[in-house]
């Protein structure tokens, strides 16, 4: 995935356009950090605070030994903190960009860092990449998404291949359950233009025991598909279990932090550009790179900032 170099704190994976070609590239000088803060935090103490446990996060990645001496590139870090409204959670980021050192015409080279390159991003109180893939269906609640189970990495729960791996304290869920009854209230609202099916399934809803209310919708994607192309339900839209067509749906847990404390980071996520099993034409530009840098952060120390 390519982008502009620009700050995206909403999301967990940031990335940008790939390096410029292995025949220019500035060899084995080392290049420096560049950090620009994007957000205005002046008269703001909550915003402020979470600008100074940034400073802490960036100390702990500039330790790792590869991002100590960046030999042949440069590090440019864009620093956002932001408060969507007074009640909730103050949300920091850092997005660090690998800048390939670039030789210029009369052979010295160039480690401005205005370049493009590949990076990996770092946010505080912001659980999006844990949600899974973003369905249709949402109410008023939020949106609704299909679980995804993690994997591991360095000891941690990892939601991506090399990306969204979570240090947190909190012991609630991420996510929970949709029920069928939610979920099926989402679909009458979504076919609402489409009467036949909308007025089978308040029907089928109306039918509905409480147990089969309250049970964990599990979509079977296979037969809803086929009552939109039909016109019409033909089968169960509701799976019993997981399978190759079912869809467990999960949305966002609005218990899952201490609205307590506000501007505690509760959960720190690290997501990389390149490295794990992804393979593009960019990331073959650092071969081995981010594994490395990976491997070799202080993970208790990040741990150490989480609340």
Not at 200 to 212: H, I, T
Request: charged share 20%; with cysteine.
């Amino acid at each position: 995935m390519r982008r502009a170099l620009i700050m995206l704190s909403a999301l967990c994976v940031p990335a940008i356009a790939g390096a410029q070609g292995a025949a220019r590239q500035g060899g084995d000088v080392i290049g420096t950090w560049k950090i620009r803060v994007v957000s205005n935090t002046r008269g703001k103490p909550a915003l402020q605070a979470m600008a100074a446990k940034i400073d802490q996060v960036l100390n702990v990645l500039r330790s790792e030994p590869f991002l100590a001496q960046p030999r042949g590139f440069t590090v440019l870090a864009n620093v956002d903190v932001h408060q969507s409204a007074p009640n909730k959670m103050v949300a920091g980021a850092v997005e660090a960009f690998l800048i390939r050192h670039e030789t210029n015409d009369d052979g010295t080279i160039d480690t401005s860092g205005r370049g493009e390159g590949e990076g990996f991003g770092l946010t505080m109180n912001n659980i999006g990449c844990m949600f899974g893939e973003k369905t249709d269906w949402s109410d008023a609640d939020g949106s609704f998404y299909s679980a995804v189970t993690p994997t591991t990495m360095h000891g941690l729960p990892m939601y991506g291949d090399n990306s969204c791996i979570v240090i947190t304290k909190r012991t609630a869920p991420p996510t929970v359950p949709v029920t069928r009854e939610r979920a099926m209230r989402a679909m009458i609202h979504q076919l609402d233009g489409t009467p036949a099916i909308s007025t089978e399934l308040q029907r089928e809803l109306a039918q509905m025991s409480p147990s089969d209310r309250a049970a964990p919708a599990i979509v079977n994607m296979q037969a809803y598909t086929n009552a939109i192309v039909d016109g019409k339900v033909s089968g169960a839209l509701f799976a019993n279990g997981d399978g190759p067509t079912a869809v467990r749906l999960v949305a966002a847990n609005p218990a899952f932090y201490d609205r307590t404390r506000l501007n505690d980071v509760q959960v720190l996520i690290i997501a990389f550009d390149c490295g794990g099993t992804r393979e593009s034409p960019w990331c073959a530009q650092y071969p081995g790179v981010f594994d490395k840098i990976r491997d070799g952060l202080d993970w208790s120390a990040l741990a150490a900032l989480v609340r």
